[in-house]
């Protein structure tokens, strides 16, 4: 029997409707393993600055701090999407709660369920078997450097940068995972054009010479794009900075089926956060359409990454997989062959996948 006190960040749009699955799931397992959690709960994004004025409020701040994981929603409203000159922004709580919990490592992993081969737009003989971990750096590069504007305001800028210290830290946590599975790394840049990606690749290069046994290949961002839908198995762990790891495992999503498929876990030195790679879609905020499994499965990168329950971890994931093999989807991962009857909003879904906890 374990004791853990879980913060719960269901932030904006969906990411209040997918947490909530995420969090009944977190119930069911420790009530079936015996474990003692705790939860509280916390404001983030458009919610904490309608209520405080602040994206990140100090007591969230506090909160994650003082808990064993965070499980985390979404950030983001239509309103500042459309609106460039708001200076007060969800997204600047997710950053700055990423940088304050050092949370420099974001793990991604591309897992295809066989169930959904047909969900993806990619050819099925292309994609069965494929199976990757992202390795994105999530506190430096042009998210966190100098940015401004100048010439009365008509020229903007965004600056990249990378320490040795910060690529060599991510680097070594892709090259140990890689151990453990098939000991193949990709390691993305675009070192023909960017200063900070040739340093990059010179710390990745000397990293490689501590782990002979890893091959290591390395590639420009614009032919990974390329070449993660061509031929998606020829992938297995990979390792990028920030900027290009948001838009690669975005476009990976669709190797797995649907951004509602895609759980995360950003891990540093302190507290874990577990978030879906998805957003806050408010195209389909309010009518029960979203899919929770991205919740679900950042549940059990949770209970694995940050709990060490491996034996709870899997029986999440078995849970979502049986759920799929008994044919249920949500609108997202449905396709022409679903039957109707089997295509279920966030909560029936969720509730289907609790009872095969
Ligand atoms: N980690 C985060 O909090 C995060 C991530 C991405 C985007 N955002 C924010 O979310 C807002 C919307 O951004 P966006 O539209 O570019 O990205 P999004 O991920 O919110 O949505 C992209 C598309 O995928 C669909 N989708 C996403 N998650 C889904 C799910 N669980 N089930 C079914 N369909 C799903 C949406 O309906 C939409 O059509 C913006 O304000 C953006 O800044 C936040
Ligand atoms: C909302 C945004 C700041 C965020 C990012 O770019 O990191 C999101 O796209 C993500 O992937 O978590
Ligand atoms: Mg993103």
Do not use: C
Request: proline share 3%.
């Amino acid at each position: 029997m374990a004791k853990k006190h879980i913060l719960i960040v269901p932030g904006d749009g969906i990411g209040q409707e997918v947490t909530e699955v995420g969090k009944k799931v977190l119930e069911k397992i420790a009530a079936k393993f015996g474990h003692d959690f705790t939860y509280d709960e916390a404001l983030i994004g458009h919610v904490a600055i309608e209520a405080t004025g602040d994206a990140l409020p100090a007591e969230t701040l506090v909160k994650m701090k003082a808990s064993d994981a965070v499980l985390f929603g979404a950030v983001g409203h239509p309103k500042y999407d459309n609106d460039p000159s708001a200076k007060v922004r969800p997204e600047q709580g997710l950053l700055k709660m990423r940088k304050e919990l050092g949370l420099y490592a974001n793990l991604r992993p591309i897992k295809l369920f066989d169930e959904l081969l047909s969900a993806s737009s990619i050819k099925p003989e292309i994609l069965k078997g494929a199976d990757i971990l992202f390795f994105r750096e999530l506190t430096g590069d042009i998210y966190f450097g100098e940015k401004g504007r100048k010439n009365n305001g008509d020229t903007a800028y965004d600056v990249a940068e990378y320490s040795r210290y910060e690529v060599e830290r991510i680097g070594r946590k892709a090259f140990e995972a890689a151990r453990t599975r098939k000991k193949h790394l990709v390691s993305v840049d675009k070192a023909n054009v960017l200063e900070s990606s040739r340093l990059w690749r010179e710390e990745i290069q000397k990293l490689a010479l501590e782990y002979p046994d890893v091959t290591v290949e390395y590639q420009f961002v614009d032919a990974t794009a390329m070449l993660l839908i061509k031929d998606p198995k020829r992938f297995d762990v990979v390792v990028t900075a920030n900027l290009f790891g948001d838009i690669l495992t975005d476009e990976a999503s669709q190797i797995a089926g649907s951004m509602g498929m895609l759980a995360s876990a950003s891990i540093g030195d302190g507290t874990g956060v577990y978030e879906p790679i998805h957003g806050s879609a408010h195209d389909i905020t309010g009518k029960g359409l979203a899919n929770p499994m991205a919740s679900v499965l950042s549940a059990a990168l949770l209970l694995d990454i940050s709990f060490g329950m491996k034996a709870e971890s899997e029986a999440v994931i078995n849970a979502v997989d049986q759920v799929l093999k008994k044919g249920y989807r949500t609108g997202d991962i449905a396709d022409a062959s679903t039957d109707k009857s089997l295509i279920l909003g966030t909560d029936a879904i969720g509730e289907e996948i609790l009872k095969l906890i």
